[in-house]
């Protein structure tokens, strides 16, 4: 099923308008305007009906000026996308990577404003990049151990997170997204699609009609793919984004060259 933005009712309505109105009224209108011409010794140079076809152009020249961005809708409507990963207070991500078709990796990220990144590998692996802090802790669940690395401070980023560096490269994006023809159903939500090129990599983003993102596909190379579901402003507890390790993990010295 096509996927396309319509005129509201008022709006077409007045748009049908121009295409019914009776030829008596037609021509009434127009003598009443050649009298007053003629009065202001203008004379009248087009038939009656040019009249009224000049003037209804006009018309729908200036609905369909207001109405271009409902009907369209493209570049307005990925802009709002693009906001929601520009100003989010959180972002948390499922993500599964395949590849050939066959699923590698299941792992969970969640982000927020500050730009501190949890990602959870499974149940056996935690790391979480504290960029404001300038750290890194990894967690290692199952013999409850703790690392913690530094890295160079940096507020408002996502760090040193390369596997997040699409999410850089997406809220700074001025290239050209493609609408997709087709919409789709997304965790029971009617959404619409483009695709693009990002840093090397091409995107297809679904987002609902209000613009809120909800699914990624991420084309790499060599048959990989990976695909995203999204959730936006979900409340984050604060220990989950913190860097310092949590009670009963031991911290463990970092490995010496």
Known sequence: MTHRQELSAGLAAHVRSTDSVPADA????????????????????????????????????????IAGPMITGGGDAFAAVQAHFRHFTTLSMSIVQRLNGQALQNTRTQIDARGIVRT??????????????????????????????????????????????????????????????????????????????VGGSTLELWADDDGLPLAMRQHGSGGLEIDFRFEFDRPIPPELLSSDPPPGYELMAPDED
């Open 26 to 65: 037609i021509d009434r209108a127009q003598a009443r305007l050649s009298a007053r011409l003629q009065k202001a010794r203008k004379p009248v140079r087009a038939p009656y009906r040019v009249w009224w076809a000049v003037t209804a152009t006009a018309v729908l020249a200036v609905v369909l000026m």
């Open 120 to 197: 959870d590998v499974g149940e056996q692996l935690s790391v979480i990049v504290d960029a404001p802090r300038g750290r890194v802790l990894t967690l290692l669940h199952e013999p409850r151990q703790a690392l913690i690395a530094t890295i160079p401070k940096q507020d408002g980023g996502i760090g040193t997170d390369d596997a997040l560096q699409w999410l850089e490269d997406l809220r700074t994006f001025k290239g050209k997204a493609t609408p997709l023809p087709d919409s789709r159903v997304i965790d029971g939500r009617s959404a619409r699609g483009w695709t693009l090129k």
